[in-house]
C-alpha cells in the first residue's frame, strides 16, 4: 500500500485508484500536475510499471536514417531544420545515399531503422515508396520505421490522396510502423505558436488512426517544458487515451523534453530533471491503456534515464548506433548519441533492472536479466539504489 497519511483527499482518492487499477479522470491528472509531489508520483508510477513489467526494462538495436534537415515548415522550437533559403546550410540525400546508409550496416544485429526529417517536395509518395521497397529487397527482415503525420500529410495533399490510400500504400511499399513524432502538443491555441502550418492535431490523429485500422502499430509522444501549461498536457495525454481506447494501436507514450538551444525559442528555461520526472510519472499513471513509457536518452543523458526507470519508464530506446542529429542540435545530454548493447544492459542493471533487448513489436530478442555485472565501463554511470 502507499502511504497517504497527511495528503489531501484528491491525492488519497488518486492513490487508491492507482492501487485498485481504476483509471483516473483529467481533472485529477490536472490535480497530479498541480499538486502532487515527486515522491508521490514516483510510488504511483512505479507500481503500474511493476504491475505490468515487473523489473523489466526494453531496448533495441536500432539507427536513424534522417534524409534532410532542410524543411519547408518554422517551427519556433526547432533546432535541426534549415530553411529553403538556407538549404545550403543542410543536407539533402538521395535514394541511393541512404541505400548506402542502410547497406553500411548489414553486417550489424540491428532490427530497426527509424526513418524522419525535414519535408521538402522532393521526398514525395513515390520517393519514399520507392526507398522503402529498395529497404526490404536489400534486407527484409530489417524493421521500417518511417515518418511521423508531418510527412504523411504533406506528401498525399502533394500527391491528392487520402489518408486510406497513402497509408495503404506506404504498407504495401514495406512501412512496418510509425513513429511517435510531430504530436508537439495537440491543442490548437499552443500549437498554432509552435507549429502553425503543419499537420494539424486531429489530423495527426486521424493518420494514426487510419494507420491502426490497417492492423499496425505506432508511437506517440508529446513535446512538453516550453509555452504549454498543465491543462495543455492533459488535452494532449487524454486524445492519444481516447483514440487508444478506439484503437488499440499505440505502443508506446514517449514524452519529449524541450530543448532551447539554436532555436526561436532560446529564451525559454528548459524544465528541470524533477520536472521531467513528474513527467513520465504522470504519463504512466494516466495513459492506463498503454503498454509502454519510454524515457528517449540521447535527449536526457544516461543518468536521467536511469533515474526514469523508477518513475514509470520501462523502455529507452535503443543502442541509437547512428549520427542522429535532431537532438544533439538543440543542445540534448547526449552529443554523441550511440550506446553498445553492453552499455545499455549495465545502464538498467545498476539500477536493480531486468534488460531485455526487443524488437520494435516487442517481441523478446535477448533476456539480459541473469547476467553479471563487470566492474568495466562502471566509470561514468551515475549508480543509484534500487526503488521499488
Request: include cysteine.
Amino acid at each position: 500500500m502507499i502511504d497517504t497519511t497527511g495528503l489531501p483527499e484528491q491525492l488519497r482518492r488518486i492513490a487508491k485508484k492507482v492501487e485498485d487499477s481504476e483509471r483516473i479522470t483529467t481533472d485529477e491528472c490536472l490535480v497530479l500536475f498541480e499538486e502532487a509531489d515527486l515522491g508521490f508520483l514516483g510510488a504511483l508510477a512505479n507500481k503500474i510499471r511493476n504491475r505490468k513489467h515487473g523489473d523489466k526494462t526494453y531496448f533495441n538495436k536500432n539507427f536513424h536514417l534522417e534524409p534532410t534537415n532542410v524543411c519547408l515548415y518554422t517551427c519556433t522550437f526547432c533546432s535541426y531544420s534549415r530553411l529553403i533559403k538556407k538549404r545550403g546550410e543542410g543536407w539533402e540525400y538521395t535514394h541511393d545515399e541512404m541505400m548506402d546508409m542502410i547497406k553500411a550496416y548489414d553486417d550489424q544485429e540491428v532490427t530497426e531503422v527509424h526513418i524522419v526529417g525535414g519535408v521538402l517536395p522532393q521526398y514525395d509518395v513515390e520517393f519514399y515508396s520507392k526507398l522503402f521497397k529498395a529497404i526490404k529487397e536489400h534486407r527484409p527482415a530489417l524493421h521500417v520505421k518511417a515518418l511521423t503525420p508531418v510527412e504523411y500529410h504533406y506528401i498525399f495533399k502533394k500527391a491528392k490522396i487520402s489518408y486510406d490510400e497513402g497509408m495503404k500504400l506506404m504498407m504495401e511499399s514495406g512501412l512496418d510502423s510509425m513513429p511517435g513524432g510531430g504530436a508537439e502538443i495537440f491543442h490548437d491555441e499552443i500549437r498554432d505558436q509552435i507549429a502553425g502550418g503543419k499537420c494539424s492535431g486531429e489530423q495527426w490523429l486521424e493518420i494514426h488512426r487510419v494507420w491502426h485500422k490497417l492492423g499496425k502499430r505506432s508511437n506517440a509522444t508529446m513535446l512538453y517544458g516550453h509555452i504549454e501549461k498543465f491543462e495543455h498536457r492533459v488535452h494532449h495525454l487524454n486524445a492519444l487515451r481516447e483514440l487508444q481506447d478506439e484503437t488499440g494501436g499505440f505502443q508506446t507514450f514517449i514524452p519529449l523534453k524541450f530543448r532551447n538551444k539554436g532555436n526561436q525559442m532560446e529564451h525559454i528555461e528548459e524544465s528541470t530533471v524533477v520536472e521531467d520526472l513528474r513527467n513520465y510519472a504522470i504519463s504512466r499513471i494516466f495513459l492506463d491503456n498503454f503498454d509502454h513509457i519510454k524515457a528517449y536518452w540521447p535527449m536526457i543523458g544516461r543518468d536521467t534515464a536511469q533515474l526514469s526507470l523508477a518513475f514509470g519508464v520501462d523502455d529507452i530506446d535503443g543502442t541509437i548506433d547512428d549520427t542522429t542529429k535532431i537532438y544533439t542540435m538543440a543542445g540534448s545530454e547526449e552529443q554523441t548519441p550511440a550506446m553498445s548493447t553492453k552499455e545499455l544492459v549495465r545502464l538498467i542493471k545498476m539500477v536493480g533492472r531486468a534488460p531485455v533487448e526487443r524488437d520494435t513489436l516487442y517481441n523478446v530478442v535477448n533476456d539480459f536479466a541473469g547476467e553479471e555485472l563487470d566492474d568495466e565501463g562502471f566509470k561514468g554511470y551515475l549508480s543509484l539504489p534500487v526503488i521499488k
